[in-house]
């Protein structure tokens, strides 16, 4: 440790200066501590406040209920507005799962190939396509929507949840590519080259070899792919023609995005919505982040 | 034939996302700006050609005026605030904080929700006029009444600023996190030796780290921007239907094309949204795979 590491001022004498920590200390140090910790406070407020809005009015009496009192905790617990819009959002849940569950796998499963074959494989002109891939994770669906109403009414894939599905699996397929490319990148190519020596095929390396070590990068391409097919709104809105097929975004948007609707049946509806989502966040948020940062092309 | 056993199966492989990826984006957005090209309307794309006259009887209405000016606002205030806050928000976090996991985890969980829960949310709670509720009741009680206001609802021609409140709580944890990475990937090396010849904190960031975040800085400027021109669940969501006050290309898309059957017009604000976020997201794709290439 350097001389000049520590302010004397801010150890008392008798004390040993703490180890490994190169700063020099202002005298203004724990005026700082406090001020970062009030400021963080300030923003944990600002963050969950809506989350707070949420739960509170979703849980009070409807009587009780107005948008004056939002912030009051309610005097008695009632579940009236869950009881209220359950039925209506019951089915959207039902086909959200139906559709994100079988949509996340698939991306993930040929994102899983191409990522291999991408970062393991390269064909010749492989770093010519791998960036048009990438271009696919950031077009504005505007820009889709009318070809693909059109697309899908021919092949008879408008209406239900099947379209719905392989447009999602489509579109989940730059990332998940990403994804799985950047984690195989990592993977020492001593592995893939043994297993060729050994007389292994590329289909054969890529199952017995890649496929064991991608766990981490299936839960992050499935994690993120789950959440984006859940929160989806356009493909959705665009897609089923019949309300007995409406994502929960739909249905959400339909029952709680008109002016008329109650603030506690909005508020109530909104968190059964985001509750899936918000739970996978919880247990599984570490995948969720490295999706998040993968997105950024920051690997 | 040898070149084919080697290539072959990782082609065949690959090969069915690469056609779909081919059709649904690349197809898609060709078909599209040719339907720009005609004079496609109720519900229907018509084969016909009728060159740029839908761009310039775009050009020339209002509305779509509007849309661009609102957007740019909208762009303006929503890009500032997020990237102020998640850099606010990264240095607050970036070392010997207590409770790190649980404050970023805050700070990161609206981009787990749906953007249409987001708005609804949201929606009341910057409810304007009376009774006072929502945000305006905070401001109220902590005598803060300067910041009272209508909100989305002013009718302001700055009104669509105030979506950004609502944005940035839903993207600044992003922002923040790739800070914090940025921060975290200086090497420590590099912090020791500047410390080692004296340098305090504020001046460690000053010198070593900020100068290493401007490709942190620029990808989160690439991202919100490409964001804030494709938003579009979160005005949905606020909204009430019909205010054009509010109105984005993005809105005027939809409601043209699948309220009206405007075919041709649609693809038109369509083509000319994918052609602004292409402006940004090129660039910032040849930037990234090049210098991957590099390493």
């Known amino acids: 440790m350097s001389a000049a590491t520590l302010d004397d001022t801010t150890v008392p004498k008798g004390q040993t200066p703490r180890k490994g920590h190169g700063r020099i200390r202002s005298r203004w140090a724990p005026y700082v501590t406090v001020l970062k910790y009030a400021l963080l406070l300030f923003f944990l407020v600002f963050f969950l406040m809506p989350v707070y809005a949420l739960v509170v009015t979703s849980l009070k009496d409807p009587a009780e209920v107005g948008v004056d009192t939002v912030w009051n905790l309610p005097s008695t617990l009632s579940f009236d507005s869950f009881a209220t819009v359950w039925p209506k959002l019951q089915d959207g849940l039902v ?205 | 034939m040898r070149r084919f056993r080697r290539w072959g199966p990782a082609l065949l492989l690959v090969s069915p996302s690469l056609l779909l990826i081919g059709l649904f984006v690349y197809g898609f957005a060709g078909w599209n700006a040719k339907v720009s090209t005609s004079t496609s309307r109720g519900y229907q794309i018509s084969d016909d050609y009728i060159g740029t006259d839908n761009y310039e009887k775009l050009f020339a209405d209002e509305r779509f005026g509007l849309d661009v000016r609102n957007v740019l606002i909208f762009t303006l205030v929503f890009v500032l605030g997020a990237m102020a806050t998640g850099l606010v928000l990264a240095l607050l976090l970036e070392r010997g904080i207590r409770f790190e996991s649980f404050f970023r985890s805050s700070f990161i969980f609206p981009m787990a929700l749906s953007l249409i829960a987001v708005g609804i949310v949201w929606r009341w709670l910057l409810k304007g006029g009376e009774p006072v509720g929502g945000l305006n009741k905070v401001f109220d009680s902590l005598g803060l009444d300067f910041l009272v206001g209508d909100w989305y609802q002013s009718g302001s021609s700055w009104a669509i600023a105030s979506i950004a409140l609502p944005a940035g709580w839903a993207l600044s944890g992003y922002i923040m996190a790739l800070f914090l990475a940025g921060i975290r990937g200086v090497p420590d090396e590099l912090r020791e030796a500047a410390r080692v010849d004296g340098a305090n904190e504020p001046r460690v960031f000053w010198h070593i780290v900020r100068p290493m975040l401007w490709p942190v800085v620029m990808s989160a400027l690439v991202i919100l921007a490409h964001i804030s021109l494709k938003t579009f669940d979160l005005l949905l969501a606020i909204v009430p239907k019909g205010n054009l006050g509010l109105d984005t290309p993005a809105m005027y898309m939809w409601y043209t094309s699948f309220d009206g059957g405007f075919y041709g017009r649609g693809a038109t604000i369509a083509t000319l949204l994918l052609a602004g976020i292409a402006l940004v997201i090129v660039p910032y794709i040849w930037y990234s795979v090049r210098s991957e290439r590099k390493k």
Request: glycine share 10%; hydrophobic share 55%; aromatic share 14%.
């Open chain 1, 95 to 299: 086909n959200s799962l139906m559709l994100a569950i079988p949509a996340s796998l698939i991306s993930s499963l040929l994102g899983a190939a191409n990522g291999f074959v991408l970062s393991k494989w390269r064909f010749p002109g492989a770093d010519f396509v791998f960036p048009l891939i990438l271009f696919g994770m950031f077009i504005p669906y505007q820009s889709v929507l009318i070809p693909m109403t059109e697309t899908m009414s021919f092949l008879g894939l408008k209406g239900g949840l099947d379209g719905l599905i392989l447009v999602h699996i489509i579109y989940g397929l730059p990332l998940t590519t990403l994804i799985f490319r950047s984690y195989f990148a990592g993977i020492s190519d001593e592995i893939v080259e043994a297993a060729e020596v050994d007389g292994a095929g590329m289909l054969r390396t890529f199952f017995h070899v890649a496929l064991p070590v991608a766990p981490p990068a299936f839960a992050v391409a499935i994690i993120w792919q789950f959440t984006s097919a859940w929160n989806d709104f356009l493909f959705g809105a665009v897609l089923t023609t019949n309300r007995a097929y409406w994502p929960v975004t739909i249905a959400l948007n339909n029952i709680a995005g008109g002016q008329a609707v109650p603030f506690n049946e909005a508020m109530a509806s909104a968190l059964i919505a985001c509750l899936p989502t918000l739970l996978v966040y919880i247990l599984l948020g570490r995948f969720f982040m490295r999706g998040l940062m993968a997105g950024a092309l920051k690997g």
